[in-house]
T-cell receptor, first 115, second 118 residues
Framework: AQSVTQLGSHVSVSEGALVLLRCNYSSSVPPYLFWYVQYPNQGLQLLLK??????LVKGINGFEAEFKKSETSFHLTKPSAHMSDAAEYFCAVRSDSGGYNKLIFGAGTRLAVHP | SAVISQKPSRDICQRGTSLTIQCQVDSQVTMMFWYRQQPGQSLTLIATANQGSEATYESGFVIDKFPISRPNLTFSTLTVSNMSPEDSSIYLC???????????????FGPGTRLTVL
């Protein structure tokens, strides 16, 4: 069965500091991986995705993630945090059963940014 | 992208009653899904809404509790029946559209419906 593990339910950084949100996955098929962001009282917005090709993917708002097959990881990074980055972040992997449009989500990481 | 609206945005309901949540998309989409996000938790897929046929439910979810309709390619409803406080959650609609040159249909989410059951 597939799964997504996000290490750290809460991460706190100072404004301007590096953001690192960790995601590890398990998949029996070549994974399609996603990071979504959820701002307070809003739905989910796609930050970036990896399907095939280049393993370093760039997304919106200065975020990027690197797919590392050997480590089964897809960590999300941003060089310099802004106050507006405070939100909940979800890592997800494409399901390998029941149709490729289904997503399996991690538990989420709440990012706090302090002045 | 797809613009998705949900109604109501939030509601407070009494135990034993039912609530129907609507999901409207601004254009035709391939697939529609309903997710539940319980307080402080991640998203769990409830079912895939199929146009013109019965929805496909995930393990742990049944049609009697969560009846779903999808009469056309842009609209779906989810009903939460005979509610209890454990049903207090955010319910999200999501859709996929075929991306140009992409083998994966990117998934977009609605703003969610925040349900509180007393």
């Amino acid at each position: 069965a597939q799964s997504v593990t996000q290490l750290g339910s809460h991460v706190s950084v100072s404004e301007g500091a590096l953001v690192l949100l960790r995601c590890n996955y398990s998949s029996s098929v070549p994974p399609y991986l996603f990071w979504y962001v959820q701002y307070p009282n809003q739905g989910l917005q796609l930050l970036l995705k990896y399907t095939t090709g280049a393993t370093l993917v760039k997304g919106i708002n200065g975020f990027e993630a690197e797919f590392k097959k050997s480590e089964t990881s897809f960590h999300l990074t941003k060089p310099s945090a802004h106050m507006s980055d405070a939100a909940e972040y979800f890592c997800a992997v494409r399901s390998d059963s029941g149709g490729y449009n289904k997503l399996i989500f991690g538990a989420g990481t709440r990012l706090a940014v302090h002045p | 992208s797809a613009v998705i609206s949900q109604k109501p945005s939030r509601d407070i309901c009494q135990r034993g009653t039912s609530l129907t949540i609507q999901c409207q998309v601004d254009s035709q989409v391939t697939m529609m899904f309903w997710y539940r996000q319980q307080p402080g938790q991640s998203l769990t897929l409830i079912a895939t809404a199929n146009q013109g046929s019965e929805a496909t439910y995930e393990s742990g979810f049944v049609i009697d509790k969560f009846p779903i309709s999808r009469p056309n390619l842009t609209f779906s409803t989810l009903t939460v029946s005979n509610m209890s406080p454990e049903d207090s959650s955010i319910y999200l609609c999501s859709v996929t559209r075929t991306g140009e040159g992409s083998s994966y249909n990117e998934q977009f989410f609605g703003p969610g419906t925040r349900l509180t059951v007393l």
